[in-house]
């Protein structure tokens, strides 16, 4: 498939990488040489140096002929002339971020107005991330499936909860129609079956519907009483978005932003929250602001550092919750040796709506992509297919179906029945399949079979 990406940021680097391992023509449009010559040094794709919103430009990078064109430069403004101009030039479909609240709010209307196939917003995102994060303090993430009925929860197996040398051979017995679909177990990540067994310090990805998944989660959690209070640090657009969020939720929110003109914003826009003008890197002022009477805290700042150093100290005063902002990959190896709790990283959760976006369309004859997200720092992914008539995977009995190994038929979604899969079990046409996996090449429902 040829991809036209516009903007080598954050999200376009990781698109580069991402999308060009999955045997896809990339071309990256880029403003910075430098930055250009690195990605392409880097990864295998081509680039132009230039404006993505440029006719020339994108004449030149053949955007014409393309399938997808993806605009990701840091302006709102110009992805979207970007995406309307490669339209009308003849790219199949069309990718725009935009951060902005002002279009976020009307995300589907612009889009629609605009001829636009995605609009996508990585802090709003982010932030709906983290709002589902402080619902279950003791998940360190959590992913939805089938229009919200099927959640994804990451836990950690603590020796208060339970689960510790658990084998998982009895684990539907003790805990119902759950399934243990991937433990991430120091460096290494595992596609388990019944013969394994649990051990302190695993990180667990426990896949079922929201009842069986919030009884289980009630089970194992030491600590059962809700977040009521919440500390922020940074008051950028993630801190706009999650204040936005949790403002139904009737919480005591206090955040910490060092520019005057943000914190005057924030405290303009949400007279309910109390905004403090002060560094919140600062340990002091976070003494001050009695950080050890709040119940979470996220530090949402753009320097990844800032947010590790203080995301250790709110864990040293013991608060309940700790949800930590890193946008460089390769610091999240700090984090396991750290014993970090949640940690968010907007980039990826763009990245994973647009591997879904491209992944659908690369195998639209036999089931479609309807979700993919990345898990076990990113070691693994989580899909569901929509399952169509000319898939060789329909109508075969599970126990009988000669699939690809590290994989698990996780869950079927069938009309509004949820099926929790057993050997007699069979796909049929329409089902929506849930399919754990750590072949990250897999674009269609047929591609699990051998």
Known sequence: MKIVIAGGGKVGSVLCTELSSETNDIILIEKNPKKLDDLISKNDISGIAGNGASYDIQVEAGVKTCDIFIAV???????????????????????????????????DFVRESLGINLMINPELEAAR????????????????????????????????SGLENQSLSNFRTIYGDILVCAIKRGDDTIIPSGTNTLQRGDHIYVLGNKRV???????????????????????????????????GHKMDIKVIERRLDVAENLSD???????????????????????????????????????????MFASQK??????????RELLLKIF??????????????????????????????????????????????????????NSKATDIPLEKLETKPNLLIGYI??????????????????????VITKDKTISSIDDILK
């Open 336 to 389: 396991n040796t750290l014993g970090m709790e949640s940690i968010i990283t907007p980039k990826r959760v763009i990245a994973n709506i647009i591997l879904r976006f491209v992944r659908s369309l690369s195998a639209s004859s036999v089931s479609d992509v309807e979700a993919l997200y990345r898990i076990a720092d990113n070691q693994a992914e989580a899909i569901q297919f929509k399952i169509k008539k």
């Open 129 to 160: 991330n983290m709002v589902s994060i402080i619902k279950f303090p003791t998940i360190l993430s959590l992913q939805s499936f089938a229009r919200n009925k099927v959640d994804l929860i990451e836990i950690e197996v603590a020796p208060n």
């Open 213 to 247: 998944i919030r009884k289980f989660y009630k089970k194992v959690s030491p600590d059962k009483s809700n977040i009521q209070s919440v500390l922020i640090i940074g008051g950028g657009r993630i801190t706009y978005y999650l204040i936005d969020l949790l403002k």
């Open 269 to 311: 826009v949400f007279p309910e929250v109390e905004v403090i003008l002060g560094d919140g890197t600062d340990q002091e002022v976070l003494e001050s602001e009695g950080i050890e009477n709040y119940q979470a805290f996220l530090s949402l700042t753009g320097v990844d550092e800032e947010n590790i150093i203080t995301s």
């Open 73 to 107: 430069t840091p302006q709102d403004e110009v992805n979207i002339m970007a995406a309307i101009l490669a339209k009308k030039l003849g790219a199949k479909y069309t990718i725009a971020r935009v951060r902005n609240p002002e279009y976020s709010y009307h995300l």
């Open 318 to 327: 013991k608060v309940k919750k700790v949800i930590t902002k890193v946008n």
């Open 413 to 434: 979604v069938r009309d509004q029945k949820l099926i929790f899969p057993g050997g007699q079990d069979v796909v049929k046409e329409n089902d929506r399949v849930i």
